[in-house]
């Protein structure tokens, strides 16, 4: 496996209930990288052949949030938002900054895919290697301050319960919607904290139309680094950027 | 340290309001102590209860130390040169006694092996202190450690999040935790 990246993925589909990792082969990461460039390669491949009868606010429509190698390696902290966009049909990347995709990484994936469409309101609970698909019901139509406080404290009692012995939890990082993205509008942005949000084509709504209300994500385990035997050298680059910049004609 | 000379005891003073929560002491400490970017596992931990509200949370050096008192192996001893809680990876069975008796809660365990984990001072040279000042934004310092009540600065995430909230957002900031 090439340095850089945790090695997995993780697919939700919200209509089955159905939770699964995917991998995808060094070449595809070494071409398309992760971010916006392996946005569009997941697209194409699951959505190329359909792609002008996909509803972007229907259950077929995929919500792509993706790190790249050097997430997580300071000040690398974006995530990207991605999907078919509602606000212009074409494949928009939109990133935000944060925790998340550093916790995600720490969690052990390099991304998360999201497919269907649930009932009812849930969010998505992701600590390491567990994944649960929780109701929202509570949380379903508060903002951003009140969403922020009420998941935050959930989440890490629901931590504490479980791992009684472990000391006071972090809180974990979490996405998540406001009311204008459960109301499908077609510009509502997808959000971290209070302020930090992925804005560009309206990935909100997507989210909204799954009806799901955001992700919660607290990983422990270590930055998956690039120096081999649990060091960081200087020149660790991650491999999947060493070959295809210079491919694509840039001088790094 | 290699040379003999007998160091000066040591304590983190701490300006928490100042926190961005760029957590490069959290990358600094876990490189120095396990040898690669890992935060769980990092002795000093950025809280951010609310968002905005991002402090630093790590040992206080109790002059009483009472988690050393209460652990039922003898794992935790005090460093005479530094003042620092020592932990001895050996004899610690991860009973989490020292988290109880910790009146900040700071102790917490290692996500992977068996073992809490305390700040040492980095053996009188702390790394995140360094991160914190090249960075300029001064939230710790090295101080001489000094006869003073430092148990007080030894206080619950939760505590010190509602201060800092209330300094920062008015009364609102009661209710935003």
Same mark, same amino acid.
């Given at each position: 496996m090439i340095s850089g990246y945790a090695g997995k993925f993780l697919e939700v589909d919200l209509s089955t209930k159905n939770i699964k990792e995917v991998k995808f082969s060094d070449e595809i990461l070494m071409d398309y990288v992760g971010g916006r460039g392996l946005a569009a390669k997941i697209l194409w491949d699951?959505?190329?052949?359909k792609w002008e009868t996909v509803d972007p606010l229907g259950p077929e429509n995929l919500l792509l949030f993706l790190t790249g190698p050097l997430t997580g390696f300071f000040p690398g902290g974006r995530i990207c938002v991605s999907g078919?966009? !509602?606000?212009?049909?074409g494949v928009v990347g939109s990133t935000v900054g944060g925790e998340f995709g550093v916790e995600l990484k720490c969690a052990g994936y390099d991304g998360i895919i999201v497919a269907g469409e649930a009932e009812k309101p849930v969010y998505l609970s992701i600590k390491d290697g567990d994944v649960e698909i929780r109701d929202a019901a509570r949380i379903w139509g508060l903002d951003a301050k009140r969403t922020v406080a009420v998941l935050t404290k959930e989440c890490r009692e629901l931590l504490k319960k479980r791992y !009684?012995?472990?000391g006071e939890w972090r809180e974990p990082s979490i996405l998540y919607i406001g009311p204008a993205g459960e109301n499908k509008v077609r510009t509502a942005v997808v959000a971290a904290k209070w302020s930090h949000a992925a804005g560009y084509g309206g990935d909100g709504g997507v989210l909204g139309s799954k009806k799901r209300k955001g992700i919660a994500v607290k990983g422990t385990g270590p930055l998956a680094a690039g120096g081999g035997k649990g060091g960081v050298r200087r020149d660790s680059r991650p491999a999947g950027l060493r070959g295809t910049a210079r491919k694509r004609g840039c001088a790094t | 340290m290699a040379e003999a000379e007998k160091r000066e005891a040591i304590w983190i003073a701490r300006d %928490?309001?100042? +926190?961005?929560? +760029?957590?490069r002491c959290e990358i600094a400490c876990s490189l120095f102590h396990e040898k690669r970017i890992w935060p769980e596992a990092s002795r000093i931990r950025v809280f951010m209860l609310v968002p905005g509200v991002e402090f630093p949370h790590f040992c206080?050096? +109790?002059?009483?130390y009472p988690c050393v008192e209460v652990c039922p192996t003898k794992a935790l001893s005090v460093s005479k040169e530094t003042g620092a809680v020592l932990v001895d990876a050996n004899t610690c069975i991860g009973c989490g006694k020292c988290i109880e008796a910790c009146p900040g809660k700071v102790p917490h365990m290692h996500p992977k092996e068996n073992k809490v984990l305390i700040c040492d001072l980095c053996g009188g040279d702390p790394q995140c202190v360094k991160v914190c000042q090249e960075g300029l934004w001064n939230v710790l310092r090295v101080v001489p450690r000094r006869?003073?009540?430092?148990? %007080?600065?030894?206080?619950?995430p939760e505590e010190i999040a509602k201060d800092l909230a209330v300094k920062l957002y008015g009364e609102e900031g009661e209710r935003l935790l």
């Open positions: 699951r959505l190329g052949s078919k966009s !509602p606000q212009s049909n !009684p012995q472990r | %928490l309001s100042k +926190c961005s929560g +760029c957590r206080a050096q +109790c002059e009483d006869f003073h009540p430092y148990r %007080l600065y030894a206080r619950t």
